[in-house]
């Protein structure tokens, strides 16, 4: 009996001392090797064969092409800048073109928002499709004479202020932050509520959840500035003296028209429309005079490919002496030419008698190798495909007195 006493003393003491162990967790990854193995199976055995997506391009081996930015003379801009998921080469293009011209006009180095333009220009968008009752194009795309307009209305701030950006995103994305909108906007059509108040404020409240809500006041040098008071005191441009010019024979010479691309998609008729010859030798003599350009025309060519980082126009789709006003005519009334790209022309470089053109490009294709964020376009390219330029009135002064007071 007392054996048993002592047993049972020794098991309530030992269960006490187990029952004063305090286990601990831990944080692991989950692992499931045969789970996975049984998915990787079931994948490869419902994997269908990835369709063969070659493209049709031209073949640029042996030609004597430039290598490198390095070969050209240009002018100061800011280092290129990546659009990201967005559409809105019109204004990254454009800033950077206004940025460069704040250096040539006042030495003054600065970096603007590309994102603050974009922002108001969606809410312009969204007015006019409210006042049109739905008839007016919704798309992330736009012009070079947009940013102007912008500017005119809400000023510019700073980059460091506004990129448009949320905290941790590495790359602009407006895909879902667009779908969003456009869907909202196609139930307001399909509905009838066209309170303008309303939906510019729901639309408000998507681009504040994506991009961030644009700044009131900006700080430069301890001293606060309105968005409008930087633009007139700080960026210094006189933003009416810039103009767009374009090339079509659809519309009369020398007479402003409407630039008719879906991307002009409030009608704007301040483009000056002049002859090819003209445009060409504008521009020729515009980047030897100091000045950069803005430029705008269609980049889905057999002849432009990223890792080349060249643009030219194939003998095989027109031979250069037969590239005029009505091949380049011919090709935007069947749609082959559109407008749907924006870019910054920065430099220039004579080669074997033509002229090659340093372009910065916030696309993605231009950060694919070699000099991040440029092409090289020959002027073969510039005469066919692109369609207008954004320059300022002194730059084009000649080609302006041609036209009607």
């Known amino acids: 009996m007392k054996k048993f006493k002592v047993l049972l003393l020794l098991f309530i ?59 050209f003379t240009s002018y100061w ?9 967005t559409g809105t080469c019109w204004s990254f293009s454009t ?23 974009a922002y108001w220009e969606y809410l312009a968008k969204v007015k006019r499709f409210v006042t049109e009752r739905g008839n007016s194009a919704i798309g992330e795309g736009s012009q070079a004479n ?10 510019i701030v700073p980059e460091s202020v506004y990129d448009g950006k949320l905290a941790g995103q590495k790359h602009h994305d407006h895909s879902k932050m ?35 809500e644009p700044p009131t006041k900006v700080m430069v040098d301890g001293k606060e500035y309105t968005p409008k008071e930087y633009l007139n005191k700080i960026v210094g441009l006189n933003i009416d003296d810039y103009v767009a010019v374009m090339s079509l024979m659809q519309k009369p010479y020398y007479e402003k028209a409407e630039y008719e691309v ?10 000056y429309n002049v002859p090819l010859d003209v445009f060409m030798s504008t521009i020729k003599s515009t980047i030897r005079k100091g000045f950069t350009l803005a430029i705008f025309g269609d980049v889905s060519e057999a ?28 090709r935007f009334s069947n749609g082959t030419t559109g407008d749907d790209h924006g870019i910054h022309m920065v430099g220039y470089l004579n080669k074997d008698g033509k002229d090659w053109y340093l372009i910065k490009d916030s696309g993605s294709g231009s950060f694919n ?16 495909k692109m369609l207008g330029f954004m320059a300022h009135k002194d730059a084009v002064a000649d080609l302006l007195s041609k036209f009607k007071k």
């Open 262 to 271: 879906p991307d002009n998609w409030w009608h704007n008729k301040d483009y």
């Open 95 to 117: 800033t950077s073109y206004l940025e460069s011209e704040v250096y040539r006009i006042h030495n003054k180095k600065i970096k603007l928002s590309e994102i603050w333009t």
């Open 303 to 330: 002849g432009i490919e990223s890792h080349a980082k060249v643009a030219m126009i194939p003998s095989f789709d027109v031979p250069s002496e037969y590239i005029d006003e009505s091949a380049r005519q011919f």
């Open 369 to 384: 190798v070699g000099d991040k964020g440029y092409y090289f376009y020959q002027e073969d390219y510039v005469k066919l």
């Open 146 to 155: 947009a940013v102007i307009r912008i500017w005119k209305e809400y000023g």
């Open 178 to 212: 667009f779908q969003e909108i456009n869907n909202y906007l196609i139930g307001i059509k399909n509905t009838n509520s066209w309170n303008e108040d309303e939906v510019v404020s729901t639309v408000k409240s998507i681009l504040n959840h994506y991009l961030g």
């Open 13 to 71: 003491v030992s269960g006490f001392a187990f029952a004063q162990v305090h286990n601990k967790g831990t944080f692991i990854q989950p692992k499931s090797e045969f789970w996975d193995e049984v998915q990787k199976g079931i994948n490869d055995f419902n994997k269908k064969e990835k369709p063969d997506n070659k493209i049709f391009k031209m073949d640029f081996t042996g030609l004597n092409l430039p290598k490198s930015k390095n070969e």
């Open 77 to 85: 801009h800011n280092d290129p800048v990546n659009q990201g998921s």
